[in-house]
Nanobody, 121 residues
Framework: QVQLVESGGGLVQAGGSLRLSCVAS????????MGWYRQAPGKQRELVASMTGGGRINYAESVKGRFTISRDNARKTVYLQMNSLKPEDTAVYYC???????????????WGRGTLVTVSS
């Protein structure tokens, strides 16, 4: 089956940086959009950044200018470089891929289990 595995979360002070990685595995032929979502306690899950297979990028206004999404299609990996972190960035960050074509079949989307980012003030 298709799996997405995030890594890179941790504890960082405000103003610091973290780099998140997400690797997709499972005999995948193609993935359209890959992106990062986050969910803080008591809040809804929100889109942080995404990149289509064609290279179109979208950022949430709250992270624009601070976060950068990148993608390595050969390694089926998406990254999120997070700079100038703020306490309000604290959340579980989830990797997402959509319109996945794999040996196991076609999937509308797939989610990783998340990685926790905690930003202290």
């Amino acid at each position: 089956q298709v799996q997405l595995v995030e890594s890179g979360g941790g504890l960082v002070q405000a103003g610091g940086s973290l780099r998140l990685s997400c690797v997709a595995s499972g005999s995948i032929f193609s993935i359209n959009t890959m992106g990062w979502y986050r969910q803080a306690p008591g809040k809804q899950r929100e889109l942080v950044a995404s990149m289509t297979g064609g290279g179109r990028i979208n950022y949430a206004e709250s992270v624009k200018g601070r976060f950068t999404i990148s993608r390595d299609n050969a390694r089926k990996t998406v990254y999120l470089q997070m700079n100038s972190l703020k306490p309000e960035d604290t959340a579980v960050y989830y990797c997402n891929g959509d319109e996945i074509v794999a040996a196991a079949g076609r999937f509308t989307d797939a989610w990783g289990r998340g990685t926790l980012v905690t930003v202290s003030s």
